[in-house]
């Protein structure tokens, strides 16, 4: 996955597409991550203590990494991602404007 978190992306398909947002949790291993404010659902939940009442919570849920594509910082459109060497160092690079990606 070449996408981690705090990375600004935006989504490419799904009911979501066309938002933009930041990373806030990556799951490697399920292929999907977390974005703030995208693919927002509506949860109910329980009370918890006897005097406390129940109530609706908005929660982001994971969306696939597959329909999200990082924001080139550029030119501020989507964009793939290459990984290259420099000085020993792993660095991704956007492939459109060959802008460093990241730190």
Do not use: C, W, Y
């Amino acid at each position: 996955m070449k996408i981690k978190k705090g990375d600004s992306v935006i989504v490419t398909a799904g009911k979501n597409k066309g938002k933009t947002g930041v990373i806030a949790r990556a799951f490697p291993l399920l292929g999907k991550v977390l974005i703030d404010g995208v693919n927002v659902v509506k949860r109910h939940q329980k009370a918890r203590r006897g005097g406390a009442k129940g109530q609706v919570i908005e929660k982001a849920m994971p969306i696939n990494v597959s329909n999200v594509m990082i924001v080139d910082p550029k030119s501020g459109k989507p964009t793939r991602v290459t990984i290259l060497r420099e000085e020993g160092k792993r660095v991704r690079v956007g492939t459109k404007s060959k802008a460093v990606i990241g730190k």
